[in-house]
């Protein structure tokens, strides 16, 4: 099984002090978190993904560990939901693994890379009836398009590069849409990255409103957790990265009045703590074994022991 990104890292820091009861993988995948899991002493874990074709594969190559393992197709928003249905009140360890995972990347017809040639799709589920990428660049005016480009990648030239989109459509692959990105773009000789890189990250975030669906799980994973439980999320980019650690930083936080106020009135109390105050990333090994793992970053909190 491939090795997943930070294993060693995520472990010793879901599981510090020995065997844990429950865990659940939010984004399964192939299912290496999940294995490395249940290796380091989980007693069970529940596995979750949007993607048909990983929950396959994950049922396959986890099938050696039983009913240690629960495997089913659904996004991590639905972990209490999920969790409910197995009679788990709450757990001791959950981890997230943001974004697309090299299975996908790997596969033309799912749309998620430019060095194939595929079709427009970028849903991490394809049996959502959810817009896809070609939906958006062939319908989105342009104005739209390059609100996308730099909301969610941070294109520089996206306003330029939306224009261009527009005027060239329809698209019904990836690499028709790549080869017009990169004529528009205006081609900088210090970047090492293709010019389509950033817009089609966008469009795969736009496609799977990927940002607010990190948001809005962060509460409901902390509030899942047992005191004393831990969360993991490795991400990706630095958008993600900076939800990540915003919903953190006010999770671990007491009052939140602002300054000027004299007695507190907001009512807020710390849930959790900070168990990474800067994010853990790859050493020069792992990088060189996985370049995947370049670009990662893992944030880890624990729910004070007085929360339930």
Not at 124 to 132: H, K, L, Q, S
Request: aromatic share 4%; charged share 25%.
């Amino acid at each position: 099984m491939h090795i997943p990104v930070l294993r060693d890292a995520v472990i010793a820091g879901l599981i510090p002090e020995g065997p844990i009861e429950r865990a659940i993988d939010g984004t399964l995948g192939a299912g290496g978190h999940t294995a490395a899991l249940l290796d380091a002493g989980a007693a069970h874990v529940l596995g979750l993904d949007r993607d048909p074709m990983a929950i396959s594969l994950a049922t396959a190559n986890l099938a050696p560990y039983g009913e240690r393992v629960q495997i089913a197709h659904a996004s991590y928003t639905d972990m209490r939901e999920q969790a409910r249905l197995l009679g788990w009140k709450h757990v001791d360890a959950i981890l997230m693994d943001l974004g697309v995972s090299s299975m996908q990347l790997d596969t033309p017809e799912r749309g998620f890379a430019f060095r194939h040639e595929g079709a427009l799709d970028m849903r991490f589920d394809p049996t959502d009836r959810g817009d896809t990428a070609a939906d958006l660049v062939n319908t989105l005016e342009a104005d739209e398009l390059a609100d996308i480009f730099y909301q969610y990648g941070e294109e520089r030239d996206s306003r330029r590069i939306a224009r261009a989109v527009v005027k060239h459509r329809p698209y019904a692959t990836t690499k028709q849409l790549a080869e017009v990105i990169a004529a528009a773009a205006r081609h900088d000789p210090k970047e090492k990255i293709h010019p389509a890189t950033r817009a089609f990250q966008a469009l795969r975030i736009a496609v799977n409103d990927e940002l607010n669906v990190v948001a809005s799980v962060i509460p409901t994973a902390i509030d899942l957790l047992k005191p004393g439980g831990r969360l993991a999320i490795i991400s990706f980019h630095s958008l993600e990265d900076r939800i990540v650690k915003e919903a953190f930083k006010l999770a671990a936080t007491d009052c939140i009045c602002p300054p000027k106020v004299p007695i507190c009135v907001c009512g807020h109390h710390a849930s959790v703590k900070l168990i990474t105050r800067k994010p853990l990333i790859a050493d020069e090994a792992e990088i060189a074994q996985n370049p995947r793992s370049r670009s990662a970053k893992l944030r880890i909190v624990e729910k004070l022991k007085g929360e339930s």
